[in-house]
């Protein structure tokens, strides 16, 4: 599967699950993921999903350059402690460092 492919599948799935006309439940039980740049990270506070380029932490979603650029200003306006925004901020930049050239954003 590739990360197009995956991305859609999340796209979808990520409808379903706000009730989006459109949306369907995603099965990846017999999905090959071994050249997908897919990365889930279970936060203090939130789940980050990472595939493509595109980063979505609970419910917002962005490019990882849109996210490095307004984490801060995003952690917030959402509440989030002093602790959390470190933390967050910690994943983006690990993701920036490790995966984002695989979609070929830097």
Same mark, same amino acid.
């Given at each position: 599967?590739?990360?197009?492919?995956?991305?859609?599948?999340?796209?979808?799935?990520?409808? /379903?699950?706000?009730? *989006?006309?459109?949306?369907?439940?995603?099965?990846?039980?017999?999905?090959?993921?071994?050249?997908?740049?897919? *990365?889930?990270?279970?936060?203090?506070?939130?789940?980050?999903?990472?595939?493509?380029?595109?980063?979505? *932490?609970?419910?917002?979603?962005?490019?990882?350059?849109? /996210?490095?650029?307004?984490?801060?200003?995003?952690?917030?306006?959402?509440?989030?402690?002093?602790?959390?925004?470190?933390?967050?901020?910690?994943?983006?930049?690990?993701?920036?460092?490790?995966?984002?050239?695989?979609?070929?954003?830097?």
């Amino acid at each position: 599967m590739t990360d197009i492919e995956l991305k859609v599948i999340l796209e979808l799935h990520d409808k /379903w699950l706000k009730d *989006i006309d459109g949306g369907k439940c995603a099965n990846l039980s017999d999905a090959d993921l071994s050249d997908a740049n897919y *990365i889930k990270i279970i936060g203090s506070r939130h789940e980050l999903q990472y595939c493509g380029g595109i980063v979505l *932490i609970g419910c917002i979603k962005h490019t990882i350059g849109e /996210w490095l650029d307004k984490y801060g200003v995003i952690g917030k306006e959402n509440k989030y402690t002093q602790k959390e925004i470190r933390e967050y901020g910690v994943y983006l930049n690990m993701i920036k460092d490790n995966f984002s050239h695989c979609a070929g954003r830097e």
